[in-house]
């Protein structure tokens, strides 16, 4: 933090000189110099002016106060608190030094002996705006915001200085007067203040309102002064809000200045997932492991990003590292678990999901897990049972889905194909179902009602090798034989390309925050 502003309370000086004699004369007039040359940030030209007043009178109480605020500006804060005390000694109402020591003891963390220096000076002008200003600070430093509250809200707009709407908005939200918080907004807005403004975004982010923040911080970009703290912030919010450009813009500012920060990187990660650019965020989370090898969250969404692509050999051992490092962990559990299921070792996979459906037994996505391992092992009974659990917890179509292929291939073909329905009701372009929805109609003898459902998953999902195979056998029941073989030697083709098509879909679970 920089230096504080001591020039707002110069004015106040001056209380105790009359100039009654020409040595007066001359003391005042230095006097008036300093105060002029403190306001330019001159304190070298001010310094000896004031040792001048001093050498002549020792305790002039206006001349310890702006040698106080020289040294306090000089961040030389036990000597300005003495100088202070020695001007309250000597004038005992000089608001002045009151105020000063008052700022002096807020900026070093000292808001409790603040306010004792602050509600003096209230009782000598209780109608001056800083005075009320300063003293809301103080009283929200020390959680009593109610205080805070009844001071704020004797100054009007028109003298409100930027600072005043950041103590203001900190106030009403720790009170929860939200509406008031959404009008101090609008006030802010309409009065097109461009002081504090991330710092006011910050704020309300914090306090939950996250639009508000997105609003405020329309048009704002990232500044050289900017701390990387302030940088990081401001991405967060925009990353939390969707806003991705932006998020990304303040989080590539924040690397600038910390080329090796895990959690800007890790974010800038995010931000491509959630943009379709897996290639990208894994490069973004190596860097990240490289900078924070041990940490868990880097590692899950190295995991999580690793297995979206298809490279389950990265994957699995970024979810074993996490069991190993936090073995009673429910998420990491699950991901390992996935991961297991993936690549195809499915005995793993079934005592990891065992474990965590006893840590978490009212979790839908834990009994799911488990009856995809279950059924992928061609055990359609037990798969059954937890699959129902499942949907008993949360209804889910792709549930409802692995349900009804469990239920088809253990032979109970109407009741799946009653599933397959219910899944395309509830969301018709599940390519799955409708592929699964037409294969049951062409074993109903029912080709045209599979056909549609076929061509449908098609046009969702145009390289499902199974709903390819299955519209060219469909082609040439109905008599279309040209159709059928263009169909079944495309099916050769992507049979060449791929193996065998995933019927599972795994959802990774959020990671402990």
């Known amino acids: 933090m920089g230096p504080p502003c001591w020039s707002l309370f110069l004015a106040l000086a001056f209380t105790t000189v009359s100039a009654q004699s020409t040595k007066q004369e001359i003391s005042l007039h230095r006097l008036q110099q300093a105060a002029t040359a403190i306001a330019q940030d001159n304190l070298s030209d001010a310094e000896p002016l004031l040792a001048a007043v001093l050498s002549e009178n020792p305790r002039d109480a206006d001349a310890l106060n702006l040698l106080g605020v020289v040294r306090a500006r000089q961040q030389r804060s036990s000597e300005a608190e003495r100088l202070f005390l020695r001007a309250l000694a000597t004038a005992p109402s000089h608001i002045g030094a009151h105020i000063n020591l008052g700022e002096l003891y807020l900026t070093t963390s000292r808001a409790q002996a603040a306010l004792r220096y602050l509600l003096a000076a209230h009782k000598l002008s209780p109608q001056r705006d800083e005075i009320n200003l ?3 600070e103080a009283y929200t430093k020390t959680n009593r915001h109610a205080f805070a509250y009844k001071h704020l809200s004797l100054i009007p707009y028109s003298a409100a200085p930027p600072e005043y709407y950041l103590i203001f908005l900190r106030t009403l939200l720790k009170l929860r007067r939200l509406e008031e918080a959404r009008q101090l907004v609008r006030d802010y807005t309409e009065a097109h203040l461009q002081d504090n403004r ?10 939950g309102m996250h639009q508000e923040a997105i609003e405020v911080l329309k048009g704002v970009a990232p500044q050289p002064s900017d701390s ?8 967060s919010i925009h990353l939390r809000a969707k806003s991705y450009p932006k998020a990304e813009e303040y989080f590539m500012a924040a690397l600038q200045a910390k080329p ?5 990187l890790r974010a800038l990660s995010q931000v491509a997932r959630a943009t379709g650019d897996l290639e990208k965020a894994l490069a973004h989370l190596i860097r990240a492991r490289r900078a924070s090898p041990d940490s868990a ?3 899950y969404d190295f995991g999580a990003t690793a297995m979206q692509m298809g490279l389950i050999l990265d994957a699995l051992p970024a979810f074993q590292r996490l069991h190993e490092l936090h073995p009673r962990e429910p998420s990491y559990i699950y991901a390992l678990a996935a991961a297991r299921l993936k ?4 005995s793993e996979a079934e005592k990891l999901s065992r474990r965590y459906v006893e840590l978490r037994p009212v979790d839908s996505r834990g009994h799911y897990l488990l009856g995809a391992v279950l059924h992928l092992q061609n055990r359609h009974t037990e798969a059954e049972v937890e699959l129902g659990r ?5 209804a889910d179509p792709d549930t409802e889905y692995l349900l009804g292929l469990t239920l088809y291939a253990g032979g109970n073909r109407t009741k799946a194909f009653e599933h397959f329905k219910r899944v395309v009701a509830l969301r018709a372009e599940h390519a799955g179902a409708q592929a699964a929805l037409g294969v049951a109609y062409s074993d109903q003898g029912n080709y045209a009602e599979a056909r549609a459902a076929l061509e449908r998953s098609l046009s969702l999902d145009p390289n499902d090798l199974r709903a390819t195979y299955q519209l060219g056998l469909v082609y040439v029941k109905l008599g279309e034989k040209d159709a059928g073989q263009r169909m079944l030697s495309r099916a050769e083709e992507l049979r060449a390309q791929q193996r065998e098509r995933e019927t599972v879909v795994l959802k990774l679970i959020d990671p402990p925050q």
């Open 297 to 299: 969250g880097v590692i």
């Open 260 to 264: 090796d920060d895990a959690t800007s």
């Open 228 to 235: 990387f703290d302030m940088l990081r912030e401001v991405g």
């Open 343 to 346: 690549k195809g070792e499915l």
């Open 390 to 394: 499942s949907l008993r917890v949360k």
């Open 134 to 136: 300063k003293l809301a």
């Open 198 to 207: 991330k710092e006011f975004a910050v704020l309300l982010s914090r306090g």
